[in-house]
């Protein structure tokens, strides 16, 4: 199907919003963005939802069309509430982001507390239990994801600072001490992604190298306007930019997507390859869960060609950066 020109690269599902706070077995003030994965012939999400207390805590979905989700009832992962480690998560944990590695699902999430935000990671064999390993960031860093193997003989982060507006890359032997930072993803002038851009979905390997779905934010008159975009790295070097996408891939447009707790926001923390397509779990406006899908190479066909553009001028991260 060739895609009509002036819509999306990816088409919403008929059925969105998939999850909205009706959709859960209890009563909670908002619903938030979801990591993704496939077991066998089911679809797991983990959702963030912000309780009736103002806490954040990460609730499984499952599914066997991908399309309607039961929401369990228990939280898979709820803040730490005694011991030191408490004053690290007394605001909750949210934004799960799930990759497989080695046998083994590994699960990057924010950890907010009294003192700012941290990325954690945690792992689990089953997503019926779960164990803590690490903070594996300093304090007031977010949008934590990583690499479904290793590069080079060590683990890949990437991951936006909070104070900060750009995607930075940190390697690690262990996944515990990270070092070697260096930036991947800026903001470009004048762009759908000028003022600031953060990890989205956990990267996934092509044969072109690694597929980034990425957001994007723009300050405008009526407020944030935050959008998703597309990026490819270097399959042996993820620092280094191949393509990139000069359009956004998906902007808020249904009413779901710009009326809600935070308007005019699509984001998302999951994203799987299917069969040659592109499937995006994805929140709208913070308040439901949706899903969207592109053929790849209706992506790849974008990041080329907004690569090839900005080569012409300036160089391969856009108008006004360096080579």
């Known amino acids: 199907m060739r895609r009509e020109v002036g819509r999306d690269v990816i088409r919403r599902c008929r059925a969105n919003p998939l999850i909205a706070l009706g959709s859960l077995p209890f009563r909670a003030s908002d619903i938030w963005n979801a990591g993704v994965v496939k077991l066998a012939d089911e679809y797991l999400l983990l959702l963030t939802v912000e309780t009736l207390v103002g806490k954040y805590k990460i609730y499984r979905a499952h599914s066997r069309d991908g399309l309607s989700f039961a929401i369990e009832r228990e939280p898979f992962l709820g803040p730490i509430e005694h011991g030191p480690a408490a004053q690290y998560e007394n605001g909750g944990v949210r934004d ?62 990437l991951k936006r600072p909070d104070a900060g507006e750009s995607i930075w890359l940190s390697t690690s032997d262990d996944l515990e001490f990270w ?51 597309a990026a490819v790295l270097d399959r042996d070097d993820p620092a280094k930019v191949t393509g990139r996408s000069n359009i956004p891939i998906l902007s808020p447009r249904e009413k779901y997507e710009r009326v809600g707790d935070v308007p005019n926001v699509v984001f998302s923390c999951g994203a799987m390859l299917e069969d040659d397509q592109v499937v995006v779990y994805y929140g709208a406006s913070d308040s439901c869960i949706c899903r969207g899908s592109a053929p790849l190479s209706d992506i790849l066909a974008v990041c080329r060609e907004g690569h090839r553009l900005n080569h012409s001028s300036t160089g391969p991260n856009g108008p006004g950066e360096e080579d």
């Not at 993803?185 to 000028?194: E, F, I, K, N, V």
Request: proline share 4%; aromatic share 10%; no cysteine.
């Open 96 to 157: 799960a982001r799930v990759i497989p590695i080695d046998g083994e699902f590994y699960i990057t999430y924010i950890a907010d507390g009294r003192h700012g935000l941290r990325l954690g990671l945690a792992k689990t064999s089953d997503f019926r239990s779960v164990e803590r390993l690490a903070y594996i960031s300093q304090v007031d860093v977010k949008a934590g994801a990583l690499f479904t193997r290793k590069i080079n003989g060590q683990h890949a982060l």
């Open 179 to 229: 070092s070697d930072d260096s930036v991947v993803l800026t903001p470009r002038g004048g762009y759908w992604d000028a003022h600031r851009v953060g990890t989205a979905a956990p990267p996934i390997e092509i044969e072109q190298g690694w597929l980034l779905i990425y957001y994007g934010e723009k300050f405008t008159s009526a407020g944030p306007l935050v959008r998703l975009g």
